[in-house]
């Protein structure tokens, strides 16, 4: 089983890119067993799909 420290490097990489088959494994089932990296993945996605909400290059809004 991975360290919470590999795991959280995993749940930002797969924000990223696409993690490999073992890589998603590992960390599927540390987060099945970890509830603090499990919380700490909800957190990541959170703060993901709130940066590409507010992208302002993305809308058009891009301050000079």
């Known amino acids: 089983m991975i360290m919470c420290r590999r795991a ?11 993690l490999s088959w073992p890589e998603r494994a590992s960390l599927r089932f540390h987060l099945a067993m970890c509830g603090a990296c499990s919380q700490c993945s909800r957190q990541f996605e959170l703060l993901h799909r709130a940066a590409f909400r ?5 809308d058009g809004k891009r301050s000079r």
């Open 54 to 58: 507010f992208d302002p290059e993305r």
């Open 8 to 18: 959280t490097e995993l749940m930002s990489q797969r924000l990223d890119r696409r």
